[in-house]
């Protein structure tokens, strides 16, 4: 029964981190609309005591592991050695507000809570989750189209990409009336206010999903001639409501919107930027040799500090082609291990991590830099324990 409860408490805990940043968008409008600017322009600070009040009520009705906090002061130890080793060059950004957070916020929640989740089977099936989604969803175009919310596209789009994926493996699997419908609000606000790389995960979660949703229910082996042109004609019914309410939303200005208007120029997929520092990064891989640089190191060789954009190049100019290379070789063999040892709702669970919180590290952010990262890390060893006691007790 404990366990049952913490599972309860963990997963909306779960749930309520991810879901804060969209609702301080509306948190922050409202604060302004009834004058109190100094609140709105802190409003996040505010979503923040929730979750934090939130971690305190479940510390105090089911402990704090001994054994995680060893680990999560271990990890705090690995952070010095870490920074002892960098480059001199880019030792303050230890010491930043985003690696503070992660110290402060993203390490303990992830450690002491979600690693000790065994059961993430409510994200899927609560329906106070489910509703949520919609309501974020649609409050998240409105802000924007509405009320011109300024908050950056990169940034508003990320920011929804877990709720979107959410939604959408929701949606493949009981589709309804409605859901097509929030997902034509979910694709409007992603395509005119959002980002490419968050619509390209999104893609790539929902076919994931959907072959996991075919295969699991051997939908793909009773599939007939009449069911297959059901489904085109539904997703041409789709394709078509979707592009009828573009038209109609005549007012945005196509300059507002980033990927509308590098459609209207012909350069979606241009990236000049990622290009020069993805030809920087190979050109100094080219002959680093067996160096091992220290974290953060690609921001010594690009202009302005930045990062890399590419966590592959990151982690082989960070730690060289030996143990760089091992670790993404790890990586690589930990996600695929837990997947395929995993029942049905893991596998899910793993499809929508890999989809909100690692693949964005492929186009964009600092992996090691990134509190996306941190919370998959943890979602993974946390099916990965429930997978090994499950198989225990078999």
């Known amino acids: 029964m404990c366990n049952k409860l913490f599972n309860k408490w963990s997963v909306s805990f779960l749930y309520v981190s991810i879901v804060i940043f969209p609702l301080n968008m509306l948190l922050s409008l409202l604060l302004q609309k009834i004058g109190f600017a100094f609140l709105a322009a802190r409003s996040i600070y505010i979503c923040y005591a929730v979750v934090y009040l939130l971690a305190l009520v479940i510390f105090t009705r089911f402990g704090v592991s001994i054994k995680r906090l060893v680990v999560l002061y271990g990890i705090y130890f690995l952070y010095f050695i870490l920074y002892l080793t960098a480059d001199p060059f880019v030792k303050d950004i230890f010491s930043g507000v985003v690696m503070t957070m992660i110290y402060l916020y993203y390490l303990p929640y992830s450690i002491l809570i979600l690693s000790r989740i065994d059961d993430f089977s409510l994200l899927f099936s609560s329906k106070w989750i489910e509703y949520t989604n919609y309501f974020v969803i649609c409050i998240a175009f409105i802000v924007k189209y509405v009320f011109n919310d300024v908050t950056n596209y990169m940034t508003y789009s990320y920011n929804l ?3 979107w994926v959410l939604f959408t493996l929701n949606f493949i699997h009981r589709p309804t009336l409605i859901k097509a419908g929030i997902a034509v609000v979910m694709l409007l606000e992603g395509v005119i206010y959002g980002a490419r790389g968050p619509l390209i995960w999104l893609a790539v979660g929902g076919i ?9 229910n051997k939908i793909i082996r009773r599939l007939t001639l009449k069911k297959f042109s059901r489904f085109i004609f539904s997703v041409g019914i789709f394709a078509g409501i979707f592009f009828l309410v573009r038209q109609r939303l005549g007012t945005i200005e196509i300059e507002g919107s980033y990927i509308l208007s590098r459609l209207q120029q012909g350069d979606l997929g241009d990236s000049t930027g990622r290009v020069v520092m993805i030809d920087t990064a190979l050109s100094y891989l080219k002959f680093m040799g067996g160096e091992i640089n220290g974290l953060f190191f690609d921001r010594t060789i690009m202009p302005e500090k930045i990062y890399v954009h590419n966590f592959i190049l990151e982690t082989l100019l960070a730690f060289g082609w030996m143990l760089g290379g091992l670790v993404l070789v790890s990586l690589l063999f930990f ?3 837990i997947f395929l040892m995993s029942n049905y709702i893991n596998k899910k669970m793993v499809i929508f991590a890999v989809s909100s919180f690692f693949l964005k590290y492929f186009l964009s952010g600092s992996m ?3 509190e996306s990262f941190i919370i998959f890390v ?3 060893f946390a ?3 429930q997978e090994t006691s499950r198989k225990s007790n078999l």
């Open 335 to 337: 996600v695929c291990k």
């Open 383 to 385: 099916i990965y324990q």
């Open 161 to 163: 990409l877990p709720i």
């Open 208 to 216: 994931l999903g959907l072959l996991l949703e075919l295969i699991e």
């Open 378 to 380: 943890a979602i993974l």
């Open 368 to 370: 090691y830099e990134g």
